[in-house]
Structures are given as structure tokens and as C-alpha cells.
């Protein structure tokens, strides 16, 4: 072949590689000695995951979560920590508490009143809540969350009281038919401040996957200033933000300043208590990697700006164990800041930008 012709073809070539696609960045590049725990310690600022104990075989789910975390959400469920009537079952809360000592970490319990298919059947809610009394459940509510909060002692630093109690009836549904949502609520965070006199109170809900709708939160917030009107001791409230990219309204984060805003107003301190960001499907982004790190920096930045703003929790460690695909049906979600074997993400990434930002 002739040099002109190998110069052509090499030419043509070139051509050809710049035309190739770049792939995305869809890891980190975070320097190995970083951590979120690091930078969020410096900033008495807790960054947190939920505790998923099915995982525990794997000595590399207890290394990152040491490591990365300084907050673990501990999961309390009232039909696994009381199946049986004054038969509690503290197993799973003393290797959460076990843990935390060896590793330093505060948790966060995670929830004492929830829906109905949370409450154990013994309990009695029948059709249309038909069973016990309201002095009856109020008997049954003293002694649970008394009994639980004071087993946990000062390992936990928090405890959601009650979750999503302004999503619909199916979530508080028996316990706020039958003694009144404000009255349920009021008594529950009574019962609750006199067992932990120095624990934060945490009131939860969830607001949409597309951002926080506005009017979820105007209820939401209606709810909290009754209870605590009515003597309610709620010290923080909650907000799960369980969002999808794809479906992210322009405003996501005005939205959630707003309901920064409204926390303040009512006296009360912010958790993010169950993030992570579905990717979207195949083709919605160019660059979904890219998109999903700027969700992450976008909340965490917003979080660590208002000092009102005390932490923000993943839920869940890896991708694989995402509650998305089962629950949502969504396979290929990828919403958290590790992969399946533990590699951090540029959604790892995004956070850690934040927390090197500060506040």
C-alpha cells in the first residue's frame, strides 16, 4: 500500500474513533482516603443508611456502612418487635445497638406507628377497624412504644414516632379511626417523650416521586400544628424524598426550600429519612449517571444550607438491594451511591461535593 493510502486510511480512521460515543462517567472519582463520615463529622452534620440485616453475611456491607455513615436506620416494625402481646423480640435491635457501639454510630428507629399491615394481627384490627376500644388501643400504644424506646436506651439518638400519617387511610388507618389521627399522634409522642425525655421525636411522610407537592405538604404541616397545638412534643419532622429523574419537576428543590421553610415556621428540625433517585428508563438521559449525581448534590447542598437541616439518609446501601425493584417492579433501578459490589457512584460523588462545600 502506498504511504498516501495509509495515510488516508489513517486519517479515516481517526475520524472514525471521534465519532464513537463517550461513555458515561458512571462511577467516582473520589480520592480512596475520602469519606462521607469524614466530612459530614466535621459538620456535626449525620449522614445515614437503613440497616437491611438480611445483608449482614457480608462482611463488606458492615465495612462500607462503618465507614461511610455515621447514622443507621434501625428498622422496628411493630409485628416483628411484638408478633405476641407482651412477647417482644429484641434480637434484631441488639445486634443494631451491638454495631453502632463497636462503630460509633447513632440510630434512628424506625417506626413505632405505621400503617395496619404493620400492626400485628393480634392487635384486632378487623374489617372496617372493627375490634378494640380507644382505651383499649391506647393501652396497647403505651406499652409498645415504652417498652421498645426504653429497651433501646441511649443507643438511639432518634425515633420516628409515626410515619406517612397524611398519605391515606391505608397507613394510619385503624389507629387514627379509632382514637382520632391528632389524639393518636398527640399521645404517642407523649408516651414516647416520657420513656427517652432527651430523644429527638421524628414525625415522617412522603410527598411524591416527583419532587414535594405542595399540597401534600400543606397537609402534612396542617397535621403537625394540630398535634402539637394539642401537646404534641414533636421535635423533628420528616421527609422521604424517593425520587425519579425522569419525572423530577423543575422545581424539585424551590419545593423542598418550601417545605424548609414551613419546618421552620413550626417550630421544628428536618431529616431527609429515606432518599435515593431512579435513574429513569433507558433513553431518558444522556447522561443518566450525570443526572442522578446532581439530584443527590442538589438535596444534600439544600439540606446542609439550612441549618435546620440536621441529616440525610439513603435507603438502602447498595443498588442491588434496592427496595425499588422488588416493591416498584422497576429491575433495572440503580438508586443509590454504591453499586452492587460496593463501588461508590457519581451519585456518591454528589453528595461528597456537598459535604466538602459545608454548610
Not at 433501646?152 to 406517612?164: F, K, R, S, T
Not at 400543606?218 to 425519579?244: Q, S, W, Y
Request: net charge neutral.
Amino acid at each position: 500500500m502506498s504511504p498516501r493510502k495509509i495515510f488516508l486510511w489513517l486519517a479515516l480512521l481517526s475520524c472514525l474513533t471521534l465519532a464513537l460515543p463517550v461513555p458515561a462517567q458512571t462511577g467516582s472519582t473520589a480520592s480512596s482516603s475520602d469519606s462521607l463520615r469524614r466530612y459530614a463529622d466535621a459538620l456535626d452534620f449525620g449522614v445515614g443508611s437503613a440497616i437491611q440485616r438480611r445483608y449482614w453475611s457480608d462482611p463488606r456491607y458492615k465495612d462500607v456502612l462503618a465507614k461511610e455513615f455515621n447514622r443507621s436506620v434501625s428498622i422496628v416494625f411493630m409485628n416483628t418487635t411484638q408478633p405476641e402481646r407482651g412477647q417482644f423480640n429484641f434480637q434484631p435491635m441488639d445486634g443494631d445497638m451491638k454495631f453502632a457501639r463497636e462503630h460509633n454510630l447513632k440510630l434512628f428507629g424506625h417506626v413505632l406507628v405505621y400503617r395496619n399491615d404493620q400492626t400485628p394481627e393480634w392487635v384486632g384490627f378487623g374489617r372496617n377497624c372493627a375490634g378494640p376500644s380507644a382505651r383499649d388501643l391506647d393501652r396497647i400504644l403505651k406499652e409498645h412504644i415504652q417498652t421498645v424506646i426504653r429497651h433501646g436506651g441511649d443507643a438511639y439518638y432518634a425515633w420516628e414516632i409515626v410515619n406517612e400519617p397524611s398519605t391515606g387511610p391505608a397507613h394510619n388507618g385503624c389507629w387514627a379511626k379509632i382514637m382520632g389521627q391528632v389524639e393518636m399522634i398527640t399521645k404517642a409522642f407523649q408516651y414516647a417523650r416520657e420513656a427517652a425525655p432527651n430523644a429527638q421525636l421524628v414525625i415522617n411522610d412522603t410527598f411524591g416521586q416527583e419532587g414535594l407537592d405542595r399540597d401534600s405538604v400543606d397537609r402534612f404541616f396542617d397535621l403537625v400544628n394540630r398535634a402539637k397545638a394539642n401537646g404534641a412534643p414533636i421535635d423533628v419532622v420528616g421527609t422521604e424524598m424517593h425520587l425519579e429523574a425522569h419525572r423530577l419537576r423543575p422545581s424539585y428543590i424551590d419545593e423542598f426550600k418550601y417545605f424548609l421553610d414551613k419546618a421552620r415556621k413550626a417550630g421544628v428540625k428536618v431529616e431527609i429519612t429515606e432518599m435515593d433517585v431512579y435513574q429513569g428508563p433507558p433513553g431518558a438521559f444522556q447522561d443518566s449517571a450525570a443526572k442522578q449525581k446532581e439530584v443527590f448534590y442538589n438535596v444534600a447542598k439544600t439540606c446542609l444550607k439550612d441549618s435546620n437541616c440536621i441529616s440525610l439518609y439513603v435507603w438502602g446501601l447498595n443498588d442491588e438491594f434496592t427496595w425499588l425493584r422488588p416493591a416498584k417492579h422497576l429491575d433495572d433501578a440503580t438508586p443509590l451511591l454504591f453499586d452492587g459490589q460496593y463501588r461508590r457512584k457519581a451519585a456518591y460523588d454528589g453528595v461528597l461535593q456537598a459535604l466538602k462545600e459545608g454548610r
